[in-house]
């Protein structure tokens, strides 16, 4: 845990990402019944923040003390500083789960037992574009393979699903998947 926590408060301290709230999110949050929500690996608050001023209690999640501590104090914000790689949802707790630029597969496998009935996950981030658009060689652990992310959530109702070519916050073409889902 200590390596991952050194090395993204060094990520953030060198390259913070824009605070601009994720366009997945901003167009499918009137889906979402306002109520408990988690924002996993929630940086530096983009996401929580605008969750909050929606009027949901947000757990916002992050390995980054150094990125929590730009997460504003709020009674509607409860920070959590932890290892994701050991951290677990509480079954039927969340009306929202947010998941922008992050895997973990062990913590996707329970996103659904997370939901309540008639709540929504929006699940945003990369796939696998190993020597697309010349960028670094990533750890293959981290990015989706074709279809992996609408596979991981059958059995909830689609409501929106794309792989497609974007453009991340810090301007680099990426490949991307997108899916925006309700437990019934």
């Known amino acids: 845990m200590q390596e991952d926590k050194v090395r993204w408060n060094e990520r953030y301290l060198e390259n913070p990402m824009p605070q601009i709230v994720s366009p997945l999110l901003e167009k499918y949050i009137g889906h979402a019944k ?47 500083n932890t290892d994701l790689d050991k951290y677990n949802l509480t079954p039927n707790r969340y ?18 037992e997370a939901l309540k009935s008639g709540g929504l996950l929006v699940f945003e981030t990369f796939i696998v574009a190993h ?7 990533t750890n293959l652990d981290y990015l989706l393979r074709k279809n992996e992310l609408l596979h991981s959530f059958i059995g909830l109702d689609v409501i929106y699903y794309e792989e497609k070519i974007d453009v991340n916050l810090r ?11 309700k437990k019934a």
């Open 171 to 181: 301007g680099e073409k990426t490949k991307i998947a997108s899916i925006v889902a």
């Open 34 to 80: 306002v109520g408990q929500a988690i924002d996993i690996a929630c940086g530096m608050g983009r996401n929580t923040h605008y969750l909050a001023d929606k009027g949901f209690m947000v757990d916002a999640v992050d390995i980054s003390d150094h990125a929590l501590k730009s997460v504003k104090n709020s009674s509607m914000i409860s920070k959590i």
């Open 95 to 112: 009306d929202l789960i947010v998941n922008i630029n992050y895997l973990n597969r062990r913590l996707a496998s329970q996103m659904k």
């Open 131 to 137: 020597g697309d658009f010349n960028m670094p060689t």
